[in-house]
C-alpha cells in the first residue's frame, strides 16, 4: 500500500499572562493624613502580548508546483500488484520521460487540474493526459485517436468536438479536457462510483468493461478491476496510472524529481470573434507563429475557423495587448487577394491552390452555388505568409512525418479510386501499419481519391532495391521505361524532377530505383 502523505495543521494556542494588582489602604488613614497638593497618580503600565506571526495555511492550492498540488490530493488506493509494480519500475528507469512529460505539461496543466478541481473530480485524472499521450497535443493513435486526451473521431463529436478542415476540438486542450471529463462522469456514473472501472472504461469503452463484469458475476468470481478479462492495453491502462500517482505522490521516497511547474495560471482564452490568420494572431499577441500554433493545436490550417471556433489559448501577459490590436484592425485579420479566374479553374482547384475551402470562397464572393466564368474576378481569402511560417499545420506536420526516413527508399503513390491501404501495402510488400504510420495515419483511416502516400522500402520486406542510371534511347517514353524496369511513371518524375509533359532527350540519363526481384538489369 502507498504511504500517504498526512497534511495536518496543529492550531497555535496563545497564551496570555493574566496581571492582577492590590492596593491595601491603611484603616489608620485619614483625610486629614493626605497632602494638601492633589497628586495623579499613573495605573501601572500591562507588559506588552508577545506578537506572533500568523502561521500559513497550508493547502494544495498555495503549492509552488502543480505536481505538488496533484500530490497532495490523490487519493485512490494503490494495490500491491506486479502490473503496478512493473510500470512503477518503467517510469523509475526512464526518469527522461516524465521531464518531457513535464515540459510538454507546462503550459496546460494549471488549467486542467483546475477544471478538475472545480468539479470536485479525483486529481488522479490530471495524469491520464501522461498515460494517454505523454502530453503530446498533436499526439495521433493507431486508432485514430487525436490529442491530450485521445479521442476517437465519434466519441469527440458525441461530447461537442468539432472536426472540420480547419479545426480539430480533439486537440482542442481547453474544449478536450472539458469533453474528458464529462465522459469520465458519465462512466463514473455509469460504474456507480467505481473509478477503477470508470477510467478502464475510457479507455476501451463502457461496454467491454460492463461485459467483463457480467462475465464475473456469473462464474461467481470478483468483479475488481484486476479481476476482470479485459483487453491487454486495458489491463495496464489502470496499473499504469496509478503508478504513475504512486511517484507523483512519493517524488522523495522513490529519489526522482519531476521538473516542477509554476501553481499559477499561465494562459487563457480569449475569442476576437472573427476569423483570424495565425501569423496576425502572433503578431497582435508578440508571440511567433509557432508558439501560437503550440498553444492552439487545434488550428489544422493557417487561420481559425470562418465560422466555427475562433477562440485562442494566449499568455496571460500578452492577452491585453492582443485585446486592444483586434479591436483597432477589427476586420482586418485575414488577407484577400484579387483572382481573375482562367479557363480550367473551379472553385475547388481555388480552394486547394490557396489552401482554403470551396464554401469560404463562395461566402467571401457572395456565391450561391460553385458555377464561375473565365474573366471573372473572385476574392479569395489566402495566408498572409508562406506556408513555411506555420510550421505546425497539419500540412507541414505530414511532411516532417513522410521525411522520417524509414527504409533505404522512398517512393510515392497517388491514391487511385479504389486503392485502400491494405492493397497499396500488398502490392508494395510492406505492413499496411507500417504504411499508415509513415504517413501519420492509423491503419482504419480511409483513404482519398489523389492523396500522396510514402512508401519505405528495403531488402528487409522481400525486395531488393538498387539504383540504376538509365541512359534514354531514341523513341524512348516515360510510360515505355516504366513498364521496362515494373516502376511507375510518376515515380520517374519525382526521382529526376521531370515534367511530364516533357520530351525526354536521348542521351538524358535518368535515376531509376528499381525492385531487382521483378525485372532482369
Not at 54 to 82: C, F, G, N, S, Y
Not at 484 to 504: A, C, E, G, Q
Amino acid at each position: 500500500m502507498r504511504l500517504r502523505y498526512s497534511w495536518v495543521l496543529a492550531p497555535l494556542i496563545l497564551s496570555g499572562c493574566q496581571l492582577t494588582q492590590s492596593s491595601d489602604q491603611s484603616k489608620d488613614s485619614s483625610p486629614t493624613n493626605l497632602p494638601k497638593e492633589e497628586v495623579a497618580v499613573s495605573p501601572t503600565p500591562k507588559p506588552e502580548q508577545p506578537k506572533t506571526d500568523p502561521i500559513p495555511v497550508v493547502t494544495p492550492q498555495t503549492q509552488q508546483d502543480v505536481w505538488q498540488r496533484i500530490a497532495m490530493q490523490l487519493e485512490m488506493e494503490i494495490p500491491d500488484h506486479k502490473t503496478v509494480d512493473y510500470y512503477r519500475t518503467w517510469y523509475l528507469k526512464h526518469p527522461n520521460h516524465l521531464r518531457t512529460v513535464s515540459k510538454r505539461a507546462e503550459p496546460f496543466l494549471y488549467l486542467i487540474v483546475d477544471k478538475i478541481e472545480q468539479r470536485n473530480m479525483p486529481l488522479e485524472l490530471a495524469l491520464l493526459p501522461v498515460v494517454e499521450s505523454s502530453f503530446d497535443a498533436f499526439a495521433y493513435s493507431h486508432g485514430s485517436a487525436a490529442g491530450l486526451w485521445q479521442f476517437v473521431p465519434g466519441t469527440g463529436k458525441m461530447y461537442g468536438l468539432e472536426q472540420d478542415f480547419w479545426y480539430d476540438g480533439r486537440r482542442d486542450v481547453a474544449a478536450a479536457t472539458d469533453a474528458a471529463l464529462d465522459y469520465l462522469t458519465y462512466l463514473n456514473n455509469r460504474f456507480d462510483g467505481n473509478w477503477n472501472h470508470a477510467i478502464a472504461a475510457y479507455n476501451s469503452g463502457g461496454g467491454r468493461v460492463s461485459s467483463a463484469i457480467r462475465k464475473n458475476n456469473k462464474l461467481g468470481k470478483p468483479i475488481d478491476f484486476f479481476s476482470l478479462d479485459l483487453p491487454k492495453e486495458t489491463s495496464g491502462y489502470v496499473p499504469k496510472l496509478l503508478a504513475l500517482a504512486d511517484i507523483v505522490a512519493n517524488q522523495e521516497k522513490y529519489g526522482l524529481t519531476i521538473p516542477a511547474i509554476a501553481n499559477q495560471p499561465v494562459v487563457d482564452l480569449v475569442d476576437p470573434k472573427e476569423q483570424l490568420d495565425l501569423a496576425i494572431a502572433a503578431n497582435y499577441a508578440g508571440i511567433s507563429v509557432k508558439e501560437l500554433q503550440s498553444l492552439n493545436p487545434a488550428y489544422n490550417q493557417w487561420a481559425t475557423s470562418p465560422d466555427g471556433v475562433q477562440q485562442l489559448l494566449l499568455p496571460i501577459d500578452s492577452i491585453e495587448g492582443f485585446k486592444a490590436e483586434v479591436e483597432k484592425n477589427r476586420g482586418k485579420g485575414m488577407k484577400l487577394v484579387r483572382y481573375k479566374v482562367k479557363s480550367g479553374d473551379s472553385l475547388s482547384v481555388l480552394a486547394s491552390k490557396y489552401n482554403t475551402t470551396t464554401s469560404v470562397i463562395q461566402k467571401a464572393n457572395g456565391l450561391s452555388g460553385n458555377t464561375i466564368r473565365v474573366g471573372q474576378h473572385l476574392m479569395i481569402p489566402t495566408s498572409t505568409k508562406d506556408e513555411t511560417t506555420y510550421a505546425l499545420s497539419a500540412a507541414n506536420r505530414l511532411q516532417k512525418t513522410q521525411s522520417q526516413s524509414r527504409g533505404r527508399y522512398k517512393l510515392t503513390h497517388t491514391v487511385a479510386k479504389g486503392d485502400s491501404l491494405w492493397t497499396i501495402a500488398k502490392a508494395n510488400k510492406v505492413s499496411h501499419q507500417s504504411l499508415a504510420k509513415w504517413n501519420g495515419m492509423g491503419p482504419r483511416d480511409t483513404l482519398r481519391v489523389g492523396q500522396k502516400l510514402v512508401i519505405w522500402k528495403d531488402s528487409s520486406d522481400g525486395a531488393i532495391i538498387r539504383t540504376v542510371f538509365y541512359r534514354v534511347r531514341s523513341g524512348d517514353t516515360i510510360s515505355g521505361i516504366a513498364s521496362k524496369f515494373k516502376v511507375k511513371s510518376n515515380d520517374i518524375v519525382k526521382w529526376n524532377d521531370l515534367n511530364k509533359s516533357k520530351y525526354l532527350q536521348p542521351g538524358q540519363k535518368l535515376k531509376l530505383y528499381v525492385d531487382v526481384t521483378k525485372v532482369s538489369v
